[in-house]
């Protein structure tokens, strides 16, 4: 699940390691699964059985017989599986995707001159708040959970002096609302189906 190899922390030392609690927080909010809890509570029990979860077919399985059901539907009304939101969590949490996000956007304010546009595009709703709140002005040390944003990024990390001039900007929003794919693009590119974009320039 590691974009980079080199990160220390696997989604398998999540699934062996990781407390019920922190499980269930981690499946609630970068997954947004609606069993967090009855899941996160069968993982730490199978630790102690005959065969612990291990493997990517064994977590998918466990999900299935904690939801009763193997499929759910998408937007699209297509076959997802049961496990999908699980796997998204996991992917988000182990590659640290909501603080490299706020990272990158804070980054890129910095190197973009005055009348440059900021365009980013979100698949996921906590990636969305991100970018909503930044473009807003509202950069926040807490604005995520369970895990709070921070400046930084692996191998990288600036000062508090450095990000307070970074954070000394606004943004005048190029569209009103949020922008989505039309009905004509997601029939000919159904993986646009989730997709927000929000625009902004550099006044400041």
């Not at 990272?103 to 969305?128: C, M, N, P, T």
Request: overall charge positive.
């Amino acid at each position: 699940m590691r974009m980079d190899k080199m990160t220390p922390i696997t989604a398998a030392d999540v699934i062996a390691y990781a407390s019920e609690l922190d499980l269930w927080r981690i499946f609630k909010y970068y997954g947004e699964e609606k069993h967090c809890k009855l899941i996160a509570r069968a993982i730490v029990e199978s630790r102690f059985s005959i065969e612990p979860v291990r493997t990517t077919q064994q977590l998918a399985k466990l999900v299935e017989l904690v939801c009763g059901f193997s499929f759910r539907l998408d937007k699209l009304q297509r076959k997802a599986h049961v496990a999908t939101k699980i796997f998204q969590a996991l992917r988000i949490f182990v590659n640290n995707e909501i603080n490299e996000l706020n990272f990158g956007l804070i980054v890129a304010q910095k190197y973009l001159k005055v009348d440059g546009r900021l365009a980013a595009i979100s698949f996921h709703s906590l990636e969305d708040t991100v970018v909503k709140r930044f473009l807003q002005d509202n950069v926040i040390d807490n604005a995520v959970s369970p895990v709070p944003l921070k400046y930084v990024s692996f191998g990288v990390a600036y000062d508090e002096k450095d990000m307070a001039k970074m954070k000394e900007c606004r943004w005048e929003k190029v569209n009103k609302h949020v922008i989505l794919p039309s009905d004509d693009e997601i029939t000919v590119n159904p993986r646009a189906r989730s997709a927000k974009l929000r625009v902004g320039v550099k006044v400041s």
